[in-house]
């Protein structure tokens, strides 16, 4: 069974970087035609897609985040990454990874609150 469990520090200061890491465990992250993405769910607002890291380790980004975010992996740890740099509060939002195939984001994990706070 695939899962994902995102990891970070819960509070970041305004103009830092946000950096959360996804573990996967029942899956490879370089196993083919699989993506790995990250999204974010501001509060009161919709689901945000943030980015993806394909199976390859080649990375595409929201145009609307793409100048401030940055996708990677450690294959060794099979697990991903999230860099957003020059936060603002506008970035406060419950951050999660999930896997793609085909179109489809079938796992999710379960979330990780981010506050953007001095």
């Known amino acids: 069974q695939v899962q994902l469990q995102e990891s970070g520090p819960g509070l970041v200061k305004p103009s830092q970087t946000l950096s959360l890491t996804c573990a996967v465990s029942?899956?490879?992250?370089?196993?083919?035609?699989?993506?790995w993405s990250w999204i974010r769910q501001p509060p009161g607002k919709g689901l945000e897609w943030i980015g993806y890291?394909?199976?390859?380790?080649?990375?595409y980004y929201s145009p609307s985040l793409e100048r401030r975010t940055s996708i990677s992996r450690d294959t060794s740890k099979n697990q991903f990454t999230l860099q957003l740099s020059s936060v603002t509060p506008e970035d406060t939002a419950v951050y999660y990874c999930a896997r793609v195939y085909g179109g489809e984001f079938a796992y999710w994990g379960q979330g990780t609150q981010v506050t953007v706070s001095s």
């Open positions: 029942g899956a490879s992250i370089a196993m083919n035609y699989y993506y």
């Open positions: 890291i394909a199976y390859s380790g080649s990375t």
